[in-house]
T-cell receptor, first 113, second 115 residues
Framework: DQQVKQNSPSLSVQEGRISILNCDYTNSMFDYFLWYKKYPAEGPTFLISISSIKDKNEDGRFTVFLNKSAKHLSLHIVPSQPGDSAVYFCAASEDNAGNMLTFGGGTRLMVKP | NAGVMQNPRHLVRRRGQEARLRCSPMKGHSHVYWYRQLPEEGLKFMVYLQKENIIDESGMPKERFSAEFPKEGPSILRIQQVVRGDSAAYFC?????????????FGPGTRLTVL
């Protein structure tokens, strides 16, 4: 039973445009959400997070939106750059106390120059 | 400050052999997490350890898999009698004491191939 799902395995976007990556979850106990970026042959690197008490968190070109009632979150990257091409994983935790992360299956983003 | 280190980066084993994967956490980090990524899937939690203690092993298969994080030295994930289905990338993450979920820093992973 996948508790965190990323239904789009891949996404292609033109440089300068907005990239929107989506993530759905089923476990109502999740209250902390994270996005990771992963290049081939490297480990995931943390991008941005959001607590369930918020519905938006912004950091530079990256914004995460959380819709708790829909159990849905999204990552917006604007403007997209070729260096953003990577696999993006959303992850969830039942609290922000260093507990285990539950990951989605990932979305491969390709930003075309 | 070196990041999380994992070795070997690539490991090839024949069915029935043992695999030992090592993880050295970042300096000052006392929490270690192991995740497994099967081909075309996301990372799945296996085990969470602090020095000399297993805190949560709910994601570990009940047989053949074990993990330790001794007082001195790296954390070890050990897989006995490997099977083809164990082929995956194994990632280790570390966090500082009482670190939050966003303070888990990942290593580059060990890619295990079972022939």
């Amino acid at each position: 039973d996948q508790q965190v799902k990323q239904n789009s395995p891949s996404l292609s976007v033109q440089e300068g445009r907005i990239s929107i990556l989506n993530c759905d979850y089923t476990n109502s106990m999740f209250d902390y959400f994270l996005w990771y970026k992963k290049y081939p042959a490297e480990g995931p690197t943390f991008l941005i997070s959001i607590s369930s008490i918020k519905d938006k968190n912004e950091d530079g070109r990256f914004t995460v939106f959380l819709n708790k009632s829909a159990k849905h979150l999204s990552l917006h990257i604007v403007p997209s750059q070729p260096g953003d091409s990577a696999v993006y994983f959303c992850a969830a935790s039942e609290d922000n106390a260093g507990n285990m992360l539950t990951f989605g299956g990932g979305t491969r983003l390709m930003v075309k120059p | 400050n070196a990041g999380v280190m994992q070795n070997p980066r690539h490991l090839v084993r024949r069915r029935g052999q043992e695999a030992r994967l090592r993880c050295s956490p970042m300096k000052g980090h006392s929490h270690v997490y192991w995740y497994r990524q099967l081909p075309e899937e996301g990372l799945k939690f296996m085990v969470y350890l602090q020095k000399e203690n297993i805190i949560d092993e709910s994601g570990m298969p009940k047989e053949r898999f074990s993990a330790e994080f001794p007082k001195e030295g790296p954390s070890i994930l050990r897989i006995q009698q490997v099977v083809r289905g164990d082929s995956a990338a194994y990632f280790c993450a570390s966090s500082p004491t009482s670190g939050g979920a966003d303070e888990q820093f990942f290593g580059p992973g060990t890619r295990l191939t079972v022939l």
